[in-house]
């Protein structure tokens, strides 16, 4: 049985959250113990490896709020963030297995996850007619749908010899804030959350239960921890030279080089 580490470091800036997931990322590739991390953002916006942001926001508008920005490492387009919970599946690469299928059995916790909470999701399937660079407006053929509306968004990356896949399990979207950022459709207001699904928990509860569906997805119970010295002072690296540089965030350039 694999054993895994998990590791819940709350509520964050986006920048920081970001470079925790890489920090992790690098880890992994070096001992190859994998890691289950949960953690929550400061209102923000992140983008997609490849996005680009100005095509789909009111760059003026965006900056004139002063909320977090930040580029993930990770493909797929903008996202809301805020009243989520987010989760890092990081573990060593399996190349006996495509991309498609390991996205798909990793996020077979999310599945238990929603049903526990009484709901129905599933894969959109042919349902998924294609992405966009709003993450909530497109829907892929791996998307989780429940009720015919798209659930979150998650994503992958390959680096260092491991697997990253993260995603956000939307608590409640403010439409009425992010919205207006938007240059055309948000997708906020056709995508579900767990508050218009019906469901009303707290963060606490909730990560709880997203807890118990990977002990029983994965079939290990990994000790709560914290990160290492180490994977914090590479976080507040990473943090500093890449997640909050401009040239990363807004344009996909990394000016620095990494580890």
Known sequence: MTQWRFIDTGTGPAAWNMAVDEALLEEVGRSGVPVFRLYGWERALSFGRFSKPQECLDLRRVEE???GCVRRPSGGGVLVHGDDLSYALILPRERERGVRENYRRLCG???RFYGM???RPGFAGERGAGGAAVCLAGREPDDILIGGRKMGG?????ASG???QHGTIPLSFE???FAPLFRGE??????ATLSNLGVDMTRAALAERVF???VQTFGTIPPREVLSPEEEARARELQQSKYSRREWTFDGKQTVAQA
Not at 154 to 158: I, L, P
Not at 186 to 191: I, P, Q, T
């Open 162 to 164: 491991a697997l990253l």
């Open 175 to 177: 439409n009425e804030f």
């Open 186 to 191: 948000s997708g906020l207001e056709k995508a």
């Open 109 to 111: 916790f999310l599945l």
């Open 117 to 119: 909470l009484g709901l």
């Open 154 to 158: 998650n994503a992958q990356r390959y």
């Open 212 to 214: 118990d569906a990977f």
């Open 65 to 67: 709020t002063g909320i």
